[in-house]
């Protein structure tokens, strides 16, 4: 479709959720979907069964103002009011930015039932463990495209070594590790830093030269690569 042209085809069809919470305070959870549908030319009760799994979440607050909703509340309100035109392709803008952890994985089972049923999602999201999820990601830094790839082939592509670095002390280990003759990059990474090396890299070597600076319980050991060192090791790249 063209998207000067045909704006109205594309809006029948397209459904957007934006970042930042950008539905009517004022109104209650009731009266913004009633609005959205409105806008739509739609009734809730023709694409209630679409919405239903997520709006039964947040039916018990049905009467609360929107502005008074918690993070996971509004998220669920604003993905009720983006697919109650029942849209075939569906646009999250970083839908899970600044809600807790919980919220997060009930909002990507959501997400993967709306899947189910025959719609597409463009998700943009700054969490490495929710792009596992997709089917597809396009890994970008500064508006340029590093890679696109299923996330296993993502992950396969990673070729070089691969060390988890952990000990008592975490920061200084970090900048030793940056300054050892055959360590290409060393970043944190959870409880332990991830250390790319060259491919003769000799941890043993590494480990005494730690020991010998006074660095307590140190370890190292191969570790797992995952999308995370792949975008890290791009980035490095450009």
Same mark, same amino acid.
């Given at each position: 479709?063209?998207?000067?042209?045909?704006?109205?085809?594309?809006? =029948?069809?397209?459904?957007?959720?934006?970042?930042?919470?950008?539905?009517?305070? $004022?109104?209650?959870?009731?009266?913004?979907?009633?609005?959205?549908?409105?806008?739509?030319?739609? *009734?809730?009760?023709?694409?209630?069964?679409?919405?239903?799994?997520?709006?039964?979440?947040? =039916?018990?607050?049905?009467?609360?103002?929107?502005?008074?909703?918690?993070?996971?509340?509004?998220?669920?309100?604003?993905?009720? *009011?983006?697919?109650?035109?029942?849209?075939?392709?569906?646009?999250? $803008?970083?839908?899970?930015?600044?809600?807790? #952890?919980?919220?997060?994985? &009930?909002?990507?089972?959501?997400?993967?039932?709306?899947?189910?049923?025959?719609?597409?999602?463009?998700?943009?999201?700054?969490?490495?463990?929710?792009?596992?999820?997709?089917?597809?990601?396009?890994? /970008?830094?500064?508006?340029?495209?590093?890679?696109? %790839?299923?996330?296993?082939?993502?992950?396969?592509?990673?070729?070089?070594?691969? !060390? #988890?670095?952990?000990?008592?002390?975490? !920061?200084?280990?970090?900048?030793?590790?940056?300054?050892? &003759?055959?360590?290409?990059? *060393? !970043?944190?990474?959870?409880?332990?830093?991830?250390? /790319?090396?060259?491919?003769?890299?000799?941890?043993?070597?590494?480990?005494?030269?730690?020991?010998?600076?006074?660095?307590?319980?140190?370890?190292?050991?191969? #570790?797992?690569?995952?999308?995370? %060192?792949?975008?890290?090791?791009?980035?490095?790249?450009?």
């Amino acid at each position: 479709m063209d998207i000067v042209a045909e704006y109205k085809q594309i809006r =029948e069809v397209v459904g957007y959720m934006p970042g930042r919470f950008s539905l009517y305070p $004022d109104l209650s959870v009731e009266e913004n979907i009633a609005f959205f549908a409105a806008l739509f030319g739609v *009734c809730v009760e023709a694409n209630y069964d679409l919405i239903a799994p997520i709006y039964r979440q947040i =039916e018990p607050f049905r009467m609360r103002r929107a502005g008074k909703l918690s993070g996971g509340m509004k998220q669920k309100l604003a993905l009720c *009011c983006a697919l109650i035109h029942r849209p075939s392709v569906l646009f999250l $803008d970083e839908p899970t930015t600044g809600v807790d #952890a919980v919220s997060r994985s &009930e909002f990507w089972d959501m997400l993967s039932e709306l899947k189910s049923k025959g719609i597409s999602m463009l998700v943009s999201t700054p969490y490495m463990d929710e792009a596992q999820r997709c089917d597809r990601i396009a890994l /970008i830094n500064d508006a340029k495209i590093l890679s696109i %790839d299923t996330p296993q082939g993502i992950v396969g592509s990673f070729n070089e070594p691969l !060390y #988890a670095l952990s000990g008592s002390d975490m !920061y200084g280990l970090l900048i030793e590790a940056r300054r050892t &003759e055959g360590v290409k990059e *060393c !970043y944190p990474f959870g409880e332990a830093h991830h250390l /790319i090396a060259e491919p003769e890299f000799d941890t043993a070597r590494l480990m005494d030269e730690l020991t010998g600076l006074g660095f307590r319980n140190v370890a190292i050991r191969p #570790a797992k690569a995952g999308i995370e %060192d792949v975008f890290i090791k791009l980035m490095r790249h450009e």
